[in-house]
């Protein structure tokens, strides 16, 4: 009797430990899960420091404040701190020099160079309150393999602007920066754009990856017309003192330089031409290992908001991925069709995008500036 | 028998000491600049010669020692044509400063007037406002709606639809804002060298029958042209590699090599290499005439007062 009661007890002993090893086990991993989830909210608690983003002139502390305003406003010790760029080639050597930015905004046509790059992590788009509100297809062009590396905000047109009491186009092209009829009354943009430009307007089927020999072709017509050519701008402040005080009537513009001479009084027309313009859509990227990640998805939340966006559209004149913003000028909503979610898409413009040899693109740009 | 110095000090070992102080002072007083030097300015090129040779890199990957660079530059008849063109601007720039700034510092330095030193002050005084306001300022002058412009159609020159548009947004606007900017920085060197002229000199030539003119081109201005050289320089140097204010009034072509430099580095696509190559190439044409020139130079001169 005593022989089976201690064999019961061994064998209930071992259910007892088996059982208690489960728990133990599935307690264990909770735990551990729990641990994880106290561990990453703990991280997130203990983000300090102000966020360090490099923007645009005109995004940051320079105008651009009605746009971060709800993170201000949620993080008051944490406001950002910023540092400018000039164009996606002076953010890359400022990062690559040792710049630290939890965030920055490279547009749409180097996705796949920075999320390949090994700089930028994906964000996670569950932090993003208002992800779910921002164009699909906007959204779609900011992933690299599946994953979201860049969050779109902004976006635009490549187009030419002209003043209309001065300028009598002959046709609704690209030819416009090229004529001849208005030497010295012509500004270009300095950037590779204006290689994709010339190869848009020589009737290259593929102005991001043109061959050699159309390269050479696109270079050309850039040197031989670059004499007709009074600025070549590269930042808008530049263009509007010299578009705004008469010296060039033609310019190679955003949507943003078209309501600013507006403003100003100028009979301006921001034309569409027929080889169709290049889009851009301002991406935000997220720096890999950035010590503050919660601030930076709060930061671009805030900048996906409505709100946010209808300031953008009324005040600099631009699109936003936001698609239920809509601006007060009727005027801008019909020349950016704000209301088409595929605006920066064919059959309306050319979504800019990946070039492969973006590094011979600006060896030969700086040779036409250099010629 | 010892040579007692002051307080019985034997004076063989006083003087042995001050000798050791001296030689301790030397490289005290030399090692701080030499550091300075070698720290902010050789090792800095030192880096930008690795940059041209891709030895270092802006991305990372597999690099090794090259001179591509090199090679694709010296075959390039667009970098050295800009360079060329750089270099004819700066010396426009450098010889019109020259001749402006030299009656200027004669002038002071020579009519015996009690207020030089005020009209120095006032000549140097622009420095006292921002570069970059000064050059600014030169867009309020001339562009198509400024000062200049609106002037020649209020006197019925020009009509105001058709100003000047070459004043501003060419080359002309850079070497004159350039000229502008650089005449006091040449006044001063010139002023200097013709200050420490030996007046007896003057009054010698005359005694020996020379006109004015005479005495001028045979004494005074042989005697300043260390200062004149000096300031030649002074400007040249620094003008050839300008970017900021070509980047300002000078529009497409007004465009120098130092806007180059500046665009490899920055603009389309970072190309640290070429633009450190161009960089270098600057600064040893710069050394080069540098070297030659302070042949011609006596800093005494240049600098005594």
């Given at each position: 009797m005593q022989e089976d009661r201690d064999v019961l007890e061994r064998r209930l002993s071992r259910e007892d430990l088996l059982k208690l090893a489960a728990a133990t086990g599935g307690a264990g991993l909770l735990a551990g899960r729990t641990g994880i989830a106290d561990a990453a909210r703990a991280h997130f608690a203990a983000e300090s420091g102000r966020l360090q983003v490099l923007d645009w002139a005109g995004y940051g502390n320079d105008g651009g404040q009605a746009m971060f305003a709800a993170y201000v406003k949620k993080y008051p010790k944490n406001k950002p701190q910023f540092t400018y760029m000039t164009n996606e080639a002076d953010a890359l050597a400022k990062i690559h020099a040792g710049l630290k930015p939890d965030i920055f905004r490279p547009y749409v046509g180097w996705t796949k160079y920075f999320a390949t790059s090994g700089l930028v992590q994906p964000w996670d788009p569950k932090l993003i309150s208002n992800f779910k509100y921002l164009n699909p297809f906007m959204v779609k062009a900011g992933q690299y393999n599946g994953k979201q590396y860049g969050i779109p905000e902004d976006w635009g047109l490549d187009a030419i602007l002209y003043r209309s009491d001065k300028v009598k186009p002959k046709a609704k092209s690209f030819s416009l920066l090229f004529d001849e009829r208005y030497k010295g009354k012509i500004a270009w943009y300095d950037d590779i754009t204006m290689i994709q430009i010339a190869g848009l307007y020589l009737g290259f089927k593929n102005c991001w990856n043109q061959t050699d020999a159309q390269l050479k072709q696109s270079q050309n017509l850039l040197k031989s017309k670059k004499h007709l050519v009074r600025v070549i701008w590269s930042s808008e402040t530049n263009l509007w003192e010299a578009f705004g005080s008469g010296e060039v009537w033609i310019a190679y513009a955003w949507p943003n330089d078209w309501v600013q001479m507006k403003k100003k009084g100028l009979r301006v027309v921001y034309m569409r031409p027929k080889e169709k313009p290049l889009a851009w859509v301002g991406m935000f990227m997220l720096l890999k290992g950035s010590p503050r990640p919660k601030l930076a998805h709060a930061y671009v939340d805030a900048w996906s908001s409505t709100k946010s966006a209808k300031w953008l559209e009324d005040n600099y004149g631009y699109g936003h991925a936001n698609t239920r913003a809509r601006p007060s000028s009727s005027d801008l909503l019909r020349v950016l069709q704000l209301s088409n979610p595929q605006a920066v898409a064919l059959p309306n413009a050319y979504l800019d995008r990946d070039i492969p040899r973006r590094a011979l693109y600006a060896r030969m740009w700086e040779q036409v500036k250099a010629a | 028998m010892a040579i007692e110095g002051e307080a019985g000090v034997p004076a063989v070992s006083l003087s042995r000491r001050r000798r050791m102080r001296l030689n301790l002072a030397a490289p005290g007083l030399l090692g701080l600049p030499v550091a300075w030097l070698v720290v902010f300015f050789v090792v800095p090129i030192a880096i930008v010669a690795l940059y041209s040779f891709d030895v270092?890199?802006?991305?990372p990957g597999k690099h090794g020692f090259t001179l591509d660079a090199w090679r694709a530059f010296l075959h390039s008849s667009v970098y050295l044509g800009l360079f060329w063109k750089s270099v004819k601007m700066s010396l426009i720039v450098s010889t019109v400063v020259v001749a402006l700034a030299y009656p200027v510092a004669y002038y002071l330095a020579?009519?015996?007037?009690?207020r030089k030193y005020v009209l120095l002050l006032v000549l140097i005084a622009p420095f006292l406002t921002s570069y970059l306001l000064r050059v600014l300022a030169w867009k309020v002058i001339l562009g198509n709606e400024g000062v200049l412009n609106s002037f020649l159609a209020w006197v019925g020159v020009r009509s105001r639809d058709h100003p000047i548009s070459q004043l501003l947004y060419s080359r002309f606007a850079v070497v004159l804002v350039l000229t502008y900017v650089w005449v006091p920085f040449v006044a001063l060197p010139i002023f200097v060298s013709l200050e420490s002229l030996d007046r007896r000199l003057l009054e010698a030539a005359c005694d020996l029958g020379a006109s004015r003119w005479q005495a001028f081109l045979r004494v005074t201005l042989p005697l300043s042209l260390p200062g004149v050289i000096a300031g030649f320089l002074f400007v040249f140097i620094p003008t050839v590699g300008e970017f900021v204010t070509p980047s300002l009034v000078g529009g497409t072509s007004g465009y120098m090599y130092g806007n180059q430099i500046s665009d490899l580095f920055q603009t389309g696509f970072p190309d640290w290499e070429t633009g450190s190559v161009l960089a270098l190439f600057l600064l040893i044409v710069v050394a080069a005439l540098t070297a030659t020139f302070a042949r011609f130079l006596q800093v005494r001169q240049v600098t005594a007062s």
């Open positions: - | 270092y890199s802006l991305f020579l009519s015996g007037t009690k």
